[in-house]
């Protein structure tokens, strides 16, 4: 009898499964998939970095807040890119986009420590896109809450490099590091516990009525001239030690918080006080670091 030939068939199987069995990049993604998410992770990344750079500029709340969801969006986008840019190289490039589009509003701090916080967070993004496409191709099933994790943890990582990055740097454009607006909500919020402690002393005195007040509040039982001579010595006692613990000049018919915003303006942006700059980076840092869990929380479920 004639032997019909299997081979042919077996082989066509075979390919077949391999084929089907190929990690995406050697499938191929179509163009328009990767030319899309590329437009949309950078335009995210240029509307982060705008946002934030006009929050800065203007402490309009609603620009932080505008700022954060484009971060968000931007993070959701780029996992995307993990999942579906297979190709390194068109997915690097990508990458390098988009770290130049987060920090790109900020080109006025141009600097050694601008370079270097981009150069970081453009290659903590690499290595994120890097974890989720090993995630992908070494898994028959892909667990999307396991990629998502690993890659939102580092892309948190970055943003958190970018913005201590930002905030340092801007010591050497003696920029300020706290506006007056918000310096003084946040003192002003203090003065019903310094109200407590020493009544009728107000922050937003001047500090020749602080000073009358202090004085008043000590000599409430001696006689008129009396209290009239303390005001006076406790007001120039009190100009003496304000000039000698903030080291600029007092004018004490300024408020108080006006008057200790210029002194920590004064010591916050002098080139040897850099140092406090660097250990509020290192805070800040921290502290945005801490949010990577939640934030993997709150973006898995885009």
């Keep these: 009898a004639e032997m019909i ?18 990690p995406s990049e050697e ?8 030319f899309g998410l590329g437009i949309v992770g950078i335009l995210f990344a240029a509307g982060f970095s705008i946002c934030l750079e006009r929050f800065s500029a203007t402490d309009v709340p ?12 931007f993070a959701v986008v780029f996992l995307l890119q993990a999942i579906f840019i297979g190709k390194k190289t068109t997915l690097s490039a990508i990458v390098l986009m988009e ?3 987060l920090v790109g509003a900020f080109y006025g701090q141009f600097s050694i420590v601008f370079i270097a916080g981009t150069l970081a967070a453009f290659l903590i993004l690499v290595w994120a896109s890097v974890v989720g496409r090993q995630e992908v191709q070494e898994r028959l099933r892909i667990r999307f809450m396991t990629i998502a994790g690993r890659v939102f943890g580092w892309v948190v990582t970055a943003f958190a490099i970018i913005v201590t990055t930002l905030y340092i740097g801007s010591a050497q454009f003696n920029e300020t590091p706290l506006s007056h607006r918000n ?3 946040i003192l002003l919020s203090a003065n019903p516990v310094l109200e407590r402690i020493m009544p009728g002393v107000s922050l937003a005195q001047t500090l020749q009525q602080a000073a009358c007040a202090l004085a008043d509040a000590r000599t409430k039982t ?19 030690q304000v000039t000698n613990i903030l080291g600029i000049p007092v004018n ?7 008057i200790l915003y210029k002194g920590f303006i004064a010591n916050t942006t002098q080139p040897a006080n850099i140092v406090f700059f660097q250990i509020a980076g290192i805070l800040i840092f921290l502290f945005l670091k801490g949010f990577g869990f939640i934030v993997g929380i709150v973006l898995q479920p885009l």
């Design 27 to 34: 499938r191929g993604t179509p163009a328009a998939k990767i």
């Design 222 to 240: 001696l006689p008129e001239s009396a209290r009239a001579l303390a005001r006076t010595e406790t007001a120039a006692t009190l100009k003496e």
């Design 183 to 185: 310096f003084s909500r």
């Design 62 to 73: 609603n620009y932080f807040w505008l700022a954060l969801i484009a971060a968000g969006c």
């Design 5 to 22: 030939p299997m081979a042919a068939p077996t082989s066509n199987l075979l390919n077949r499964t391999i084929e089907f069995g190929q």
């Design 252 to 258: 004490p018919n300024e408020t108080v918080v006006n």
């Design 99 to 101: 770290t130049i589009a």
